[in-house]
Each structure stands twice: as C-alpha cells, then as structure tokens.
C-alpha cells in the first residue's frame, strides 16, 4: 500500500473531541512514516434556514480571511 485516503463527518458540538482523535489516531501514524507527505483539508458547509445575521458573515468572513482558507462564502440558496 503506498497512499491512504480518507474522509469522516463530525460533529459540530463535538470538533474539539473528535479533531484531536482524527490527528492522534491516523494523521500522526502516517506522518511518521518516512518520506510520507500528509495533506489534512477541512470542508465546512452550513445551511441555514432563517438566514445568517450580518454581524456573524462579517465575523466568519474576518475569520477565514485571517485564517488564510483557501476558498470561502455566503450564497443566498
């Protein structure tokens, strides 16, 4: 075997558990093996319903932006 791929829901109430297991329990395996090149990406998605209020897009567009994310928004669907 020479490539691992994987990917995993997980909870929004419980990311501060479940990252750190995601790190611990299969990215750190992999990142000691010689000569391994490990990517990790994260992937948020939210609908809402009602609408997002102005303060928190303007809050999560700062935040992603200082974050340095790849690719970010807010659609109207």
């Known amino acids: 075997m020479r490539r691992f791929w ?3 829901e997980l909870d929004p109430n419980r990311l501060n558990k479940q ?3 995601v ?4 990215v ?3 990142n000691r093996l010689a000569g391994a090149a490990v990517r990790v990406r994260l992937e948020i998605e ?4 009602g609408g ?3 303060k928190t897009v303007m809050d999560v567009t700062e ?3 200082t974050l340095k994310f790849e690719g970010f928004g ?3 669907e």
């Open 52 to 54: 997002v209020p102005a």
């Open 74 to 76: 807010f659609e109207e």
């Open 23 to 26: 790190a611990e329990h299969v």
């Open 46 to 49: 939210a609908d809402v319903p």
């Open 28 to 30: 750190e395996h992999l």
């Open 63 to 65: 935040n992603a932006r």
């Open 19 to 21: 990252v750190p297991d």
């Open 6 to 8: 994987g990917n995993v």
